[in-house]
């Protein structure tokens, strides 16, 4: 093989004769440049398309990880709406606490004889004041509801007491209503009174057991006390009669009635109308025949008759 040199002008310079065993040689080299030349191209390629994904696997990733933000933004909504849930049922509990607390007070009221325009359990208590310095911190859940929490307490407390000042006073009504006292014929007048006494009928010596009012016929005849009615009916010598148990052994008795108004197991109130003043029975004139017992054994009206003067109206 020979090997031509050319000069700028393309002129023959120099002829360099070469061997065949230098010709292999050269061939061998250039083969080998060629083939590194090719295996520098490839791994570049390839480290490319490493280094730079495809389009749709980063479209992948991204959608997966928007799952996994929604559902931590969904669980985050349903523990608000829970917190929330729980916030309108301590309230609504708080509501109903509230109500009756209302209804108790107006009770009281009105059982007390207050002034329900002073003492109003039905509108929000009046209230004011300054208006806070500075930047006011805003509420925070948990704070909220362990005020809540306080007042449901304080509220629980208010109701029992408020209960048992209820019970106080109905216990003393009632022990009020109960007690004998007054007369059972307000306008009338004492024509016989308890203890000896001439019979009106024999003129005998004889004892009455109660007191009798004289007044015009039909006027009405009052329960001394609160009661139920245990007799009505006639009995001998005492015409028309009506007897009321008051508890505590105490029971009273209403008799010579021109008509009864009340039957058996009937509960009166104090100064509810019983009879109607009348002559029946073993009787000379229009009255009213009072008696008083305690345990079966007759008491004198008077002192239970002194201790009204003044209620009746």
């Not at 057991?209 to 015009?216: E, M, S």
């Amino acid at each position: 093989m020979e090997l031509i040199v050319l000069t700028r002008r393309r002129r023959i310079q120099r002829a360099v004769h070469l061997g065949p065993g230098t010709t292999a040689l050269l061939a061998g080299v250039g083969i080998a440049l060629l083939a590194a030349a090719f295996w520098a191209g490839h791994t570049f390629d390839a480290r490319a398309i490493v280094q730079d994904p495809r389009p749709d696997l980063h479209a992948a990733a991204m959608a997966k990880e928007l799952a996994s933000q929604k559902e931590r933004v969904d669980e985050a909504v349903g523990a608000s709406r829970r917190d929330l849930d729980a916030l309108a049922l301590r309230l609504s509990e708080l509501q109903a606490r509230a109500i009756r607390l209302d209804a108790l007070g107006e009770r009281l009221v009105e059982m007390g004889g207050l002034d329900p325009a002073e003492f109003s359990f039905g509108t929000p208590p009046p209230r004011g004041g300054q208006a806070p310095a500075g930047e006011s911190e805003p509420n925070q859940v948990p704070d909220f509801i362990a005020s809540l929490e306080g007042l449901a307490s304080v509220l629980d407390l208010r109701v029992q007491e408020l209960a048992a000042l209820e019970s106080t006073l109905v216990s003393g009504r009632l022990a009020h209503a109960t007690t004998l006292a007054g007369s059972p014929l307000p306008w009338g007048w004492i024509s016989s009174v308890f203890g000896p006494r001439s019979d009106p009928i024999t003129g005998q010596r004889s004892r009455h057991y109660g007191v009798d009012f004289a007044g015009k016929r039909g006027s009405p005849v009052r329960a001394v006390a609160a009661g139920i009615v245990v007799f009505s009916g006639t009995r001998s010598g005492l015409g028309r009669v009506v007897e009321i148990d008051h508890g505590n052994g105490y029971l009273t008795r209403y008799a010579h009635n021109l008509k009864n108004l009340v039957t058996v197991g009937q509960r009166v109130a104090k100064s509810e109308h019983v009879a109607l003043l009348g002559s029946s029975g073993r009787s000379t004139g229009n009255h009213v025949h009072f008696e008083v017992l305690h345990n079966g054994k007759p008491l004198d009206p008077m002192p239970f008759i002194h201790a009204g003067r003044g209620r009746d109206s």
